[in-house]
């Protein structure tokens, strides 16, 4: 990357100044400074989408459209727009040129493109695969890609994916992996991407490229009906199965199927769905499964909570299925420990209505502070004693007893985003939310996102701008989408509800996660203790201003939060919680300065795992997904807590199931200690 030039002198902003209407003032002010720096970007629209943001007089399609404007010429923009399809790139360019949203939408829908990330790790794939193929042909002239990808010597082992052993599965040796966050890089000797499950062969289970560059058709995703016969990309409903109790119906859904085909799945079928889910829908069922990930609401547990089957390859490559709910403590949340998981069933809830009301709310009264002196001076307002109790109590509600609560807030803003809802059991007036056009938006705000940070631009103004205009696109295409108006209602269906944001794949994020268990309330052990999630949420507010008071923002995008219910997966760090846990996490740019973020993180969380009742630690745990490896705990490492305090009760019972499920299956726990498990695992379970 070039050597970016220096930037203009701008003051030393004050902390207790830091909000958006000072950011956006000093933005206006200084902006046409950068003009000689940057000439690509036009800085009189970015002028005009400040002025008009700072006196509340804009619409979403409105800022979208001048950020296309502002950067169409930087590299960044133009380099990522190359990377889209010919039918994108046209809506794309019809939106930037002026045409509505909603008119070039209509009603036909907006199909949703795979993320840049997505795309570049399939193509990577595709691209070794050709490079093999090449090089088992005499003759052939090298290719000009073969200058930056070689393929290994080594020959990929075969693996059929049929009886009659005529179609290999394609497999590839040593190719790169990288994760979506980018903070995990390896090697695996061998990748495998197959479509079926065969007894006595080990299989590992990826998309294929064609998934994540096409949306299904909803009106062909009937029981069973996959689109290019993948069995691990199958949904199939069993009726009443022998095995369980509940006499309910569940659903068998291969590993491959994403969030999206879940999601449309359900909508089409109109009669069970998943009660809890992450909001992304460009990940698979197995990667939301294998790591214990959750949804939001106090009645829910995790979404391993819900699996009452898994269908596995074991170490000796046979088949296995796994029913029995003590085992499934341990086999619904393994990490792919157990086996490579192939199908996972769960027992959903008939299907219901979301009754969405989401608000942008002054942040003090969003979720109250424990004590007014805990606002920093730039977000403070003279609320009345009044205002804050009224505040308190809806607040304690959401949380305690909302299907769905969520809150979010934007590095330095003066409002929340609180999304808590409820359901209906009547499908009258239900609507497809978001629709095509707020698909649309939504999928727009998060591409712009993920090259936007990227520009020259952006990684040379102040975090504090950065954290400004990333606020800007991002409360833009959250409902309701104008400023000073009241909540917003939709009614849709629940899948609908979960999956409310379509657009998040395409924005890398650095991301620390943590679930902090609430406890009871002293004055009636029935009831939960919501203080504990006001403290941590002010805890990181009053964090950040500190920070800014040194110039430093290392957050630079959001917080957010979701009260969730407890689990009875042994390694479900919500495990033990009876009384809910505050799933809580910050996040940041990928570029944002590493020390910086380094050390915020480990800030926060030596404060969120300081928290005690009773003389007594709360067991705050961080999310396994998310970002951990680094922190550490009294001076030692994160890794090493996590196995000696944090699960000293869990693991035992988790490998004593593991053990359980062995000996009736034909393996050991050695037998899957060398098959699955690497230096990680060898250490916090196995050691």
């Keep these: 990357m070039e050597k970016l030039p220096p930037h203009p002198n701008l ?19 200084y902006i046409k400074e950068f003009a000689e720096l940057f000439p690509h970007v036009d800085l009189d629209v970015l002028w005009d989408l400040i002025t008009a943001v700072r006196r509340k007089n804009v619409n979403p399609e409105t800022q979208l459209r001048q950020f296309l404007l502002a950067f169409k010429n930087t590299e960044a923009f133009q380099e990522a727009f ?14 930037r040129d002026g045409t509505s949203a909603g008119k070039m939408i209509g009603t036909s829908g907006f199909q949703l493109p795979s993320s840049p990330p997505a795309k570049h790790h399939f193509r990577l794939l595709d691209r070794i695969h050709s490079l093999f193929q090449h090089h088992q042909e005499p003759g052939k002239q090298p290719s000009r890609v073969e200058a930056t990808i070689q393929p290994s010597d080594e020959k990929s082992p075969i693996v059929y994916e049929d009886a009659d052993k005529k179609n290999p599965v394609r497999a590839y040796s040593n190719t790169p992996f990288q994760n979506w966050g980018e903070n995990v890089k390896n090697t695996p000797r061998y990748t ?28 062909a995703i009937g029981s069973g009906v996959t689109s290019d016969g993948n069995e691990l990309k199958r949904i199939d409903i ?9 006499g309910k119906d569940i659903v068998r859904v291969g590993v491959a199927v994403t969030n999206e085909a879940f999601r449309r799945w359900a909508i089409h079928n109109n009669t069970v769905a998943l009660p809890m889910d992450v909001i992304l829908v460009e990940v698979t069922v197995g990667g939301v499964n294998g790591p214990i990930c959750h949804g939001a609401g106090r009645r829910h547990k995790t979404i391993s909570d819900q699996v009452v089957a898994i269908e596995y390859v074991d170490a000796n490559g046979e088949l296995q299925t796994v029913t029995d709910r003590k085992q499934l403590k341990a086999a619904a949340g393994c990490f792919g420990l157990l086996g490579i998981v192939t199908h996972v069933s769960f027992e959903l809830d008939k299907m219901s209505y979301a009754v969405l009301k989401p608000a942008k709310v002054p942040i003090t009264l969003a979720i109250p502070p424990l004590q007014l002196s805990d606002v920093p001076t730039a977000l403070y307002k003279n609320w009345t004693e009044k205002d804050l109790q009224t505040a308190k109590v809806d607040f304690e509600n959401r949380a305690a007893n909302d299907f769905y609560s969520e809150w979010f807030w934007y590095t330095y803003q003066s409002t929340s985003w609180v999304n808590t809802w409820n359901i209906s059991d009547d499908p009258k007036g239900v609507k497809e939310y978001p629709s095509g056009p707020e698909v649309f938006l ?24 950065q954290a400004q205009f990333l606020a800007i696109a991002g409360m833009s295409v959250l409902p309701p989408m104008l400023f000073d108006v009241g909540p917003a209602e939709y009614k849709t269906y629940l899948p609908d509800g979960l999956h409310f944001f ?11 996660e943590f ?57 479900a760090p919500q495990c033990g919680n009876d009384h809910g846990t505050a799933s809580i996490e910050i996040l940041t740019v990928l570029n944002a300065v590493p020390e910086e973020w380094e050390v915020f993180k480990q800030q926060v969380a030596d404060i969120w795992m300081s928290y005690e009742v009773g003389g007594k630690k709360l067991n705050a745990r961080p999310h396994w997904a998310k970002e951990w490896q680094t922190l550490k ?23 004593a199931q593991l053990e359980e499920i062995g000996q009736k299956q034909g393996w050991t726990l050695k037998d899957i200690q060398e098959r699955f498990s690497n230096e990680l695992w060898d250490d916090i379970i196995y050691s």
């Design 515 to 571: 679930e902090i268990p609430i406890p009871a309330l002293a004055s009636d052990s029935s009831r939960p203790d919501l203080s504990i999630v006001q403290r941590a949420w002010w805890d990181v507010i009053k964090l950040v201003y500190r920070e800014a008071q040194d110039g430093r923002s290392p957050m630079r995008l959001t917080m957010e939060l979701r009260i969730t219910g407890g689990s009875d997966i042994h390694m």
């Design 502 to 512: 379509r657009g998040i794949q395409n924005f890398r994020v650095r991301d620390m």
């Design 11 to 29: 003051p030393f902003p004050p902390a207790e100044k830091l909000n958006q209407h000072f950011i956006l003032g000093e933005i206006r002010d």
């Design 442 to 465: 939504q999928w727009l705000q998060g591409w712009i996102g993920g090259w936007f940070s990227q520009t020259f631009f952006f990684q040379h103004i102040p975090g504090h701008w």
């Design 238 to 246: 069993l009726k009443k199965p022998a095995f369980l109790s509940s």
């Design 633 to 655: 705990v009294d001076g030692k490492p994160m890794q090493k807590y996590l196995k000696d305090t944090a699960y000293k009760d869990q693991i035992p019972l988790f490998k």
């Design 192 to 219: 495998f991407v197959p479509t079926t499950v065969l007894d006595n062969e080990i299989l590992i289970s990826l998309l294929d490229l064609k998934e994540v560059t096409t949306t299904p058709d909803p009106l």
């Design 82 to 95: 190359g990377h889209l399809d010919a039918e994108t790139k046209k809506k794309v360019e019809s939106f």
